[in-house]
């Protein structure tokens, strides 16, 4: 599949374009010794990270932005999901640098420019919407709950899952994962519809 490809499909909000996201980027991003480090002590997780990044690229509509020009897609997702996890820091948010803070005016007076976004708030949305939407899942159905709670809390493989939960096929863990994702995205979307 072609990055032009992928971008659509992720556009789209398909399950498979999605579903490569959470391989190629979000999980290859944890892998990092750095970057797992920092997710421990910030109590970030990978779902956390799908969630900011599905919010960021269709809630905010920043998937609009790429532009196929010599880096792949998969890099520039990348950048997004490291820059998640290095604003994570609740110490950082909500400084104001003395040196940064202001910029003259045309009066040649300086004055102060406070930030726009509170991003530690930002991501306390993030995560309480998170989990409005996994109790929807759980509420709809509980084994796809707990294929998604395997898959992306504890890292466990479809063949894996299988065996825990008694499912036929790893196949099947798959589909029901990709299924658990659409309805995540789609509870997220109707929550933010009817400001729940």
């Not at 797992?36 to 779902?47: H, I, N, Q, V, W």
């Not at 708030?121 to 294929?147: G, I």
Request: hydrophobic fraction near 35%; glycine fraction near 6%; charged fraction near 30%.
């Amino acid at each position: 599949m072609t990055d032009s490809e992928w971008y659509e499909l992720v556009k789209l909000g398909d399950d498979e374009g999605w579903k490569l996201v959470w391989e190629k980027v979000i999980s290859q991003e944890v892998k990092s010794p750095k970057n797992k480090e920092m997710m421990a002590r910030f109590s970030l997780t990978d779902g956390d990270l799908m969630g900011m990044l599905y919010n960021e690229m269709i809630g905010r509509k920043k998937i609009e932005l790429y532009r196929n020009d010599g880096g792949s897609f998969q890099g520039w997702l990348r950048t997004y999901v490291r820059g998640f996890i290095k604003n994570a820091n609740p110490n950082k948010h909500g400084e104001i640098s003395i040196e940064n803070a202001h910029s003259d005016n045309e009066d040649g007076e300086a004055t102060m420019e406070i930030p726009s976004e509170d991003k530690k708030a930002h991501l306390s949305e993030v995560w309480h919407m998170t989990h409005l939407c996994f109790k929807d899942l759980w509420n709809l159905d509980p084994e796809r709950a707990y294929v998604m709670l395997f898959k992306t809390r504890f890292h466990l493989s479809s063949e894996e899952v299988k065996e825990i939960l008694d499912i036929s096929s790893s196949a099947n863990v798959d589909q029901i994962f990709s299924r658990s994702v659409k309805f995540m995205r789609n509870a997220w979307v109707e929550r933010e519809k009817n400001g729940l």
